[in-house]
Nanobody
Framework: QAQLVESGGGLVQAGGSLRLSCAASGDTFSRYTMAWFRQAPGKERMFVAAITWTGGSTLYADSVKGRFTISRDNAKNTVFLQMNSLTPEDTAVYSC???????????????WGQGTQVTVSS
């Protein structure tokens, strides 16, 4: 029954902000590392941010450090990605992932949502 569902994507002007949400179902997800990845058209999926559910440690890609913040609400089994100072280079499908371990490699994550589109206009 494991499932991840993203929401909050949309169209925003450069310099604007969006907050993405990822709701997780299943008994074990509250103890998993969770992460956000993104994939632009014609590009490989790339790591954005990760967070440990219980330890509070975070990891960010250099391209988003200082602009994006990953957070969580364990009572709701939900992880968030607050995105500020958006640029057109942030345009991509953003996907939530969950799994064991820790790191920026997609192979470390076992469960994936379908993704939500973020489009930043100039």
């Amino acid at each position: 029954q494991a499932q991840l569902v993203e929401s909050g994507g949309g169209l925003v002007q450069a310099g604007g902000s969006l907050r993405l949400s990822c709701a997780a179902s299943g008994d074990t997800f509250s103890r998993y590392t969770m992460a956000w990845f993104r994939q632009a058209p014609g590009k490989e999926r790339m790591f954005v941010a990760a967070i440990t559910w219980t330890g509070g440690s975070t990891l960010y890609a250099d391209s988003v450090k200082g602009r994006f913040t990953i957070s969580r609400d364990n009572a709701k089994n939900t992880v968030f990605l607050q995105m500020n100072s958006l640029t057109p280079e942030d345009t991509a499908v953003y996907s939530c992932a969950a799994g064991t371990g820790w790191g920026a490699h997609s192979k470390k994550y076992d469960y994936w949502g379908q993704g939500t589109q973020v489009t930043v206009s100039s």
